[in-house]
């Protein structure tokens, strides 16, 4: 069973830049685990790495798709396995927990065939949508906010694609392991986290996010597109509406920042076996880096 190295913790917790450290120190290289970094001209706000971050270490599943194309945990799912297979060690970087799980378990995809019509699910209301999915699946519709219109339609997708429910081929999947993985987890105090989120949005002002977004909007990005759904750039809707000015707009990213870094870290509590330790300070990183040693020295499990 091929060992995986993931660098897991919430948004601005320093994940990329232990990363590059725990790949320079055992010959590995990056995949990123992000859902938005994936796209090409999505740089800022997406907190993408400079070439001059990754210090010469190759970094895969960046800048492969353009803003309009979907990109599903799915799609994930078969890059990131692709790419681990390509690489002596790989070392997977992100936030996005659910893709992390994807990738490291046994979750089976296949049922998402791309020749199927749907158009017909997409004019319906979200109440007619849920009140389907509860009447075929109540199990998958307990899980589910009936306003989450994407992930309804994308559970009656499954249906029609297999005849089967999304919740019965879940009970079906034994969700084990199917790498010997290491999960090391960025933490530190939550106010300090807190501090950090609020100034690195700010550095992405400075940097030009605003400009960043004009130009993906020129280049005809709209915001229903799914690239445009991540935070650092939804917010930037009312404000090219007029609606509201860009203080506010910086004020949005920064609290949805906030909550996000709160639901990462009780995601991964709750999903992942993640070793956490302070990022921040020399002795738990070097004995993390140890950690790291020890376990990609010993006899690979499964």
Known sequence: ??????????????????????????????????????YRGMNIGSGKVTPEETCGIPHHLIDILNPKEPYSVSD??????????????????????LYLKACLYDYDFEEEVQEADDSDLEELDNETLYGMLAETDPESAEKIHPNNRRRVIRALQIQRRTGRVKSAIEASQ???????????????????????????VESMFDAGLEDEVRGLLAAGVTFADPAMKGIGYREFEPYFNGDCTLDEVKAEIQKHSRNYAKRQYTWLNHQMPVHWFAVSDPAEREGMLETIRQWKESEPNG
């Open 76 to 97: 994930f799912q078969k890059a990131a396995r692709n790419a681990i297979e390509q690489i002596d060690f790989p070392i997977i970087c992100g936030g996005t927990g």
């Open 1 to 38: 069973m091929k060992k995986v190295l993931v660098i897991a913790g919430p948004t601005a917790s320093g994940k990329s830049s232990f990363a590059v450290t725990a790949a320079q120190r055992f010959g590995g290289e990056i995949i990123s685990g992000d859902s938005i970094q994936v």
């Open 174 to 200: 034994k969700h084990e392991p199917v790498y010997d993985f290491f999960i090391a987890g960025c933490t530190m105090e939550r106010s300090v986290l807190y501090e950090r989120i609020n100034a690195r």
